[in-house]
């Protein structure tokens, strides 16, 4: 009896054989036994393999049986392992009563779940948010597998539920802070420069291109609420990333006149230059704090 059907018309049978975990420590605290593919595993260079490891060192706990009906076109497609453990002459690849059986040892069962799942396009079946721990353990089944791509999506999901910053000390979320604030006054105060030079006709001598701009600049402004709304608004509504990613969408205008010449503003300071100057900065601020800074200075006393 199958316990997992992730494709009703699959032709592979995976048996991953894992075992009772009696101390629920973060992986690393012990070197476990290393994943296998059974007998014939393409990848024999595992490190417990080479160094010719046994179960005695677990006190011989009693192994679990799960199996998984999975489509070996999806298997092939998104891990080299898998591909060549059901392509390269490998016991694996045989037919057995119209299935190919594949075994895999050492996996957290829930964390080959998850990445079955992924594999198959089941992202329904996907939780949003994982444990650091079970985050280690998809991490080994995807290092190993080599499916990076197809659990690409989900990585950086999970990540930003476990960067809980409030957590971190005081000292160093106030520093985040004033860098960020000295990001944003920067940010805004260049913003409102060139608008009001844009304003009072001093930008491009082209009154067309000045006019795109300042449309451009204010429609900008407005969406990270720097207009109709206080400063703050704007510091407490986006993160850094977020107002880059506006920035970098506003451009210089570049149009055909009547006499069919295209225009693009040649002047020193314009729409352009500007980005690039607020990108700079942004991107100097986003840097990360050095934890040495905040360390105690040793005592000699």
């Given at each position: 009896?199958?316990?997992?059907?992730?494709?009703?018309?699959?032709?592979v049978?995976?048996?991953?054989?894992?075992?009772?975990?009696?101390?629920?420590?973060l992986?690393?605290?012990?070197?476990?036994?290393?994943?296998?593919?059974?007998?014939?595993?393409?990848?024999?260079?595992?490190?417990?393999?080479?160094?010719?490891k046994?179960?005695?060192?677990?006190k011989?706990?009693?192994?679990?049986?799960?199996?998984?009906?999975?489509?070996?076109?999806?298997l092939?497609?998104?891990?080299p392992?898998?591909?060549?453990?059901?392509?390269?002459?490998w016991?694996e690849?045989?037919?057995?009563?119209?299935?190919?059986?594949?075994?895999?040892e050492?996996?957290?069962l829930?964390?080959?779940?998850?990445?079955?799942?992924?594999?198959?396009?089941?992202?329904r079946?996907?939780?949003?948010?994982?444990?650091?721990?079970?985050?280690?353990?998809?991490?080994?089944?995807?290092?190993?597998?080599?499916?990076?791509?197809?659990?690409?999506?989900?990585?950086?999901?999970?990540?930003?539920h476990?960067?809980?910053?409030?957590?971190?000390?005081?000292t160093?979320?106030?520093c985040?802070?004033?860098?960020?604030?000295?990001?944003?006054?920067?940010?805004?105060h260049?913003?409102?420069?060139?608008?009001?030079?844009l304003?009072?006709?001093?930008?491009?001598?082209?009154?067309?291109?000045?006019?795109?701009?300042?449309?451009?600049?204010?429609r900008?402004?407005y969406e990270?609420?720097?207009?109709g709304?206080?400063?703050?608004?704007?510091?407490?509504?986006?993160?850094?990333?977020?107002?880059?990613?506006?920035i970098?969408?506003?451009?210089c205008?570049?149009?055909?006149?009547?006499s069919n010449?295209?225009?693009?503003?040649?002047?020193?300071?314009?729409?352009?230059?500007?980005?690039?100057?607020i990108v700079?900065?942004?991107?100097?601020k986003?840097k990360g704090?050095?934890?040495?800074?905040?360390?105690?200075?040793?005592?000699?006393?």
């Amino acid at each position: 009896m199958i316990d997992y059907i992730l494709d009703p018309s699959g032709d592979v049978i995976l048996t991953l054989e894992w075992y009772l975990e009696k101390d629920k420590s973060l992986p690393g605290s012990e070197k476990p036994t290393s994943p296998t593919h059974g007998p014939n595993d393409p990848r024999t260079d595992t490190p417990d393999r080479a160094k010719g490891k046994d179960r005695s060192e677990n006190k011989n706990p009693e192994p679990q049986f799960t199996t998984f009906q999975l489509s070996s076109s999806h298997l092939i497609l998104a891990s080299p392992v898998f591909k060549a453990a059901l392509t390269g002459g490998w016991e694996e690849g045989r037919m057995n009563n119209g299935k190919r059986h594949i075994r895999a040892e050492g996996f957290d069962l829930e964390a080959m779940k998850i990445v079955l799942d992924a594999v198959h396009c089941r992202n329904r079946q996907i939780p949003k948010t994982v444990t650091l721990e079970m985050l280690a353990k998809i991490a080994t089944v995807v290092d190993y597998y080599a499916v990076h791509e197809a659990m690409g999506l989900f990585g950086p999901i999970w990540v930003e539920h476990l960067l809980k910053v409030e957590n971190l000390p005081s000292t160093i979320i106030g520093c985040m802070n004033r860098q960020r604030r000295e990001a944003f006054d920067t940010i805004l105060h260049d913003l409102e420069t060139y608008r009001s030079v844009l304003l009072d006709n001093k930008g491009c001598p082209n009154e067309v291109c000045s006019t795109l701009q300042l449309g451009t600049l204010t429609r900008t402004m407005y969406e990270l609420k720097i207009i109709g709304s206080s400063s703050e608004e704007c510091f407490h509504s986006f993160s850094l990333q977020e107002v880059e990613y506006k920035i970098q969408a506003i451009s210089c205008p570049s149009w055909k006149s009547d006499s069919n010449r295209r225009h693009c503003c040649k002047t020193e300071t314009n729409l352009n230059t500007l980005k690039e100057a607020i990108v700079a900065c942004i991107r100097g601020k986003m840097k990360g704090l050095q934890l040495a800074d905040f360390a105690s200075p040793p005592s000699f006393a």
